[in-house]
C-alpha cells in the first residue's frame, strides 16, 4: 500500500490506498448508524407491543371478572387464579412467540425467490438460532407480564361485589 502511494505521490489525483478488511471496516462504520436507528425502532415497536399485550390481557381480564369472582367464592384462592391468569399469559406468548418465529424462518427461506434485488445478500440472511430463541423467549416475558399484572389487579377485588354485578 505505501508503494501504490509512494509512487502517484505528486500526482494531481493521488489515490487513497487501503486493504479490504480497513475498507470493510469503514463501510461498516458508515452502517452503525443505520444499525443504531433500527435498535431504537425494535425497542419503540417493542414498547409499542408490551402496551398493546398489557391492554389486550387487561380487557380479557376485565371481560371475565364475573367468573373469577365465581371461581374465588366456590374455594379457588387468590393464588390459584392468578397463576391461572399467568399461565394462560405465557401460553398465548409462548404460542405466538413460536408462530412468530416460523413465519420468519419460511419468509427468509423464500426471500431469494422473490427478492432479486438484494443479489447475494438474500441468499445469506437466515434466522438464527440465538435469535429465535430470544424471541421466543421476549414474546413469552411479555405473555407473562401481561397476565401477571392484570391477574393480580382483579384478585384484589371484593368477591361479594363482582357477584353482585353477576346477578
Excluded: W
Aim: glycine content about 8%.
Amino acid at each position: 500500500i505505501r508503494k501504490i502511494d509512494d509512487r502517484s505521490a505528486n500526482s494531481a489525483y493521488q489515490p487513497r490506498s487501503e486493504s479490504e478488511s480497513t475498507l470493510a471496516r469503514n463501510q461498516l462504520r458508515t452502517y452503525k448508524l443505520i444499525f443504531v436507528g433500527a435498535k431504537v425502532l425494535a425497542a419503540f415497536v417493542l414498547f409499542a407491543i408490551v402496551l398493546v399485550a398489557g391492554n389486550t390481557a387487561a380487557m380479557a381480564v376485565r371481560e371475565r371478572r364475573h367468573e373469577l369472582a365465581v371461581l374465588r367464592a366456590i374455594g379457588f384462592t387468590r393464588r390459584t387464579v392468578v397463576m391461572l391468569l399467568v399461565g394462560e399469559g405465557l401460553l398465548i406468548g409462548l404460542v405466538a412467540g413460536l408462530f412468530g418465529c416460523v413465519i420468519a424462518y419460511g419468509a427468509l427461506r423464500m426471500l431469494p425467490l422473490f427478492a432479486h434485488t438484494l443479489g447475494p445478500v438474500a441468499r445469506i440472511l437466515r434466522l438464527m438460532p440465538g435469535v429465535a430463541a430470544e424471541s421466543v423467549g421476549l414474546a413469552a416475558a411479555i405473555g407473562l407480564l401481561s397476565g401477571t399484572i392484570p391477574g393480580l389487579a382483579v384478585t384484589h377485588r371484593d368477591i361479594t361485589d363482582e357477584i353482585r354485578a353477576v346477578i
